[in-house]
């Protein structure tokens, strides 16, 4: 069974830290695009951040730009997302998902609540 | 880069049919566009991708016959038919626009499919 697993959300304050995981299992992961997407609560998704199958290629949303980081350890099946300087309006739950073309598999979510 | 636009809401009464719909901005006709359910509290889950012409590649795992699209113009539409409580979920459709470094994902608002 395809599996994406969350993890590593909390409270922050702002100026702060975060880094997310995501564990993998039921496919061989190194042979896959894999994406984060944020979804502020009550609101829609937002693309955050991709990274290609070797970690050799990424890609950034303007507003997370500079500020995070996506990057992969295929010998370990784990996404990342470094998130530093913090806001508030990163305020959301954040999904792995994985891209074979069409993005056809989606972790549960972590919520990274960032606040004073 | 496309904008998608979906109304917030739509209903439905169990047994009926409703058809959602995302609307491309102008200029971007040829956009095939990826529709996503999301239950109550969960990760969003692959529909099917939709063109111009109809459907494109598969369904996502598990996704009933009820479940069809259709593309005209600017619009892709999701039409559920024989509708069940199981189906009362937020839609959320999405397009990926360009490539390499200026790759984006874009997501409409979302539409909260009540069953009634």
């Known amino acids: 069974e395809v599996q994406l697993v969350e993890s590593g959300g909390g409270l922050v304050q702002p100026g702060g830290s975060l880094r997310l995981s995501c564990a993998a299992s039921g496919f061989t992961f190194s042979s896959y695009w894999m994406q984060w997407v944020r979804q502020p609560p009550g609101k829609g998704l937002v693309w955050v951040s991709r990274i290609n199958n070797d970690g050799s290629t990424t890609n950034y949303a303007d507003s997370v730009k500079g500020r995070f980081t996506i990057s992969r350890d295929n010998a370990k099946n784990t996404l990342y997302l470094q998130m530093n300087s913090l806001r508030a309006e990163d305020t959301a739950v954040y999904y792995c998902?994985?891209?074979?073309?069409?993005?056809?598999?989606w972790g549960q979510g972590t919520l990274v609540t960032v606040s004073s | 880069q496309p904008v998608l636009t979906q109304p917030p809401s739509a209903s439905a009464s169990l047994g009926a049919s409703v058809t959602l719909t995302c609307t491309l901005t102008?200029?971007?006709?040829?956009?095939?566009v990826d529709w996503y359910q999301q239950r109550p509290g969960k990760g969003p889950q692959f529909v099917m991708r939709?063109?111009?012409?109809?459907?494109?590649?598969s369904k996502g795992d598990g996704i009933p016959d009820r479940f069809s699209v259709l593309g005209s113009g600017l619009n892709r539409y999701l039409t559920i038919k024989n509708i069940q409580e199981e189906d009362e979920s937020d839609y959320h459709c999405g397009a990926d626009h360009g490539s390499g470094s200026n790759f984006v994902w874009v997501f409409g608002g979302g539409t909260k499919l009540t069953v009634l």
């Open positions: 102008s200029g971007y006709s040829n956009y095939k």
């Open positions: 998902a994985r891209d074979r073309g069409v993005v056809d598999c």
């Open positions: 939709v063109g111009a012409g109809g459907i494109v590649g």
